[in-house]
């Protein structure tokens, strides 16, 4: 029986990765196997990076909603704690773009939670 090389399915494989590996530089374009060391690599800080983009995002709303809340003489915790006393259902990233785009909204949610902080 022939010896079976599989080279179609290898051929398909390499393309798939040196396709993955358009726009990186010199040989890590060009070569199958630094472009696969490469790609893997890509994958990997992706992958976590997709986790760390929610992370910062969150973090930016606590801090524009702790900015707008020192404006109206609250603290980012006592201000969080009053809305939820006051069953306000609002979740940080609708809070950070009222307290960018309306800020008289946010003086009232301010107030809301100021009487239910005790």
């Known amino acids: 029986m022939p010896r079976a090389k599989g080279g ?3 051929r398909q494989r390499r393309k798939k990765v040196l396709k993955k590996a358009k726009g ?4 890590r374009r060009k070569l199958y196997r630094p472009a696969a060391e490469t790609v893997l690599r890509a ?6 990076d997709r986790k760390r983009k929610k992370r910062l995002a969150r973090g930016l709303w606590i801090v524009r909603i702790n900015a ?7 603290s980012y915790s006592k201000f969080m704690a009053g809305l939820k006393k006051a069953g306000v259902l609002l979740d940080r990233k609708v809070l ?3 307290a960018v785009d309306d800020p008289t909204a946010f003086g009232r949610l301010a107030e809301t939670a100021r009487a239910h902080a005790g």
């Open 96 to 98: 950070a773009e009222l």
């Open 8 to 10: 179609p399915k290898t």
């Open 43 to 48: 994958g990997a800080f992706a992958y976590r």
């Open 24 to 27: 990186y530089f010199g040989g």
């Open 68 to 74: 707008a809340c020192r404006e109206t003489g609250l």
